[in-house]
């Protein structure tokens, strides 16, 4: 059976995505930079077999492991990268840090001195115009037994009360730091912690809420001007998340402060064997629960806060040799522009009162800017919008849904680089689109 889709869905979604454009959160994270991460920047590594910051800097002793850090910090990220950023038509970074950057101890491996840069981005922040989202993204103990937290191996996070309390008073320092006056309203949220891993076990739902609980107390009550508090949905979905108030339990509608953080990874078990139709499909699935009015769903007002293009495989096992040919891969370019499209589509909101309110890409560089996973090798290689805040520079269109339209006849260019956008000329498609609209209204009448 054929579908046909009304044409005014169409026009209609892009004049409301211009409507609510001032409230989408278009982001990249700078990941690998205040903890780092062996597959992002493998030459921090490089003179150790390790795969971890806490194995890393045990390995080195902590003066050579600052030293080390110390020019990575300085170098990986700069002012330039931020107006790069900004001139994607991104408007939003998340800056993950570890706990040890605020509350490390003699006996741990770990080096501070992170503390200024993430100061310093803030400012260069406030100056090219992008707000900033900071999170905590490692705990003591390690949160969920990852390279992502700076420890991989046991969740040891929940065997204690002291690594939830030195958590909370890593949060309330930055709550503190960053809000006060002159940072204006850079910093508009903290989140409490990045991906925990739970188990009925080790690590169940019933302490992780707990934490929140704390936690969002401690922001509260630290911070000198409202911000917003942000929380990770430790892989249970966002439904799970319905009406959820970590300081009313009693509540029956979300707070107006409060974010939910999702991500949405293809690259990773359960979704890492999901054919490509398969994950468009799951995609637009996202799409159509988070688009549904925050009033009816109760679901927080949601980020995807980390999503990507790989599918199928995790980033450590990446070899440099894998996207030599892809300037030259033309399919697979158009594969990743409709992925890009569908998950823009999917986790931006099209109208006012939404869960959905913006996403931020995993990241915005690696030291080899591996294709699936460097937002700026996706703008230079013509697979990602090179100006994601202008509709006019997508290829696929948004179905009335909010999915995209992924039997669209789109092809890559035959070259890398050169421009991805409708080859007929964006004006002239909506311009069409325009007029099948009123075709069909008049074919109604």
Known sequence: MVHLVNPCHIVLLAISITNVASEIIRGVNLGGWLVTEEWI????????STEDEWSLCNALGKNN???????HWKTFFTRDDLVDIKATGLNAIRIPVGYWAVNVQDD????????????????????VGLEVLIDLHGAPGSQNGQDNSGLIGAVLFPSNTSNSDRSLTVLRNLTQEFTKDIYGSTVTGIELMNEPRLSDANFPMTQLRTFYEDASEIVRNASARPINITFHDAFWGPSYWSNYDPTNPSSTSPPTDLTLDTHQYYAFPPQNNLSHPEIISSICGISQLLKRPASTSGIPPTIVGEFSLEVGKPPTDFQPQDDDNLSQDQ???TWYRLLFEAQNAAYTPSSPGQSSIGWYYWTWKTEWDIDTWSYRRGVADGYIPSDVSNASTYAFPVLGNGCVDSGFNYTAPRYAGAAGGRSVGVVSVWTILSGLCAVFWMTLG
């Open 331 to 333: 399919a697979q370019r």
């Open 108 to 127: 741990e491996p770990y080096v501070d001195g992170q503390y200024p840069y993430l100061i310093q981005a803030v400012g260069w922040a406030a100056e």
């Open 41 to 48: 920047t493998p030459s921090v590594f490089s003179s150790t």
């Open 65 to 71: 492991c600052r030293s080390q850090l110390e020019n």
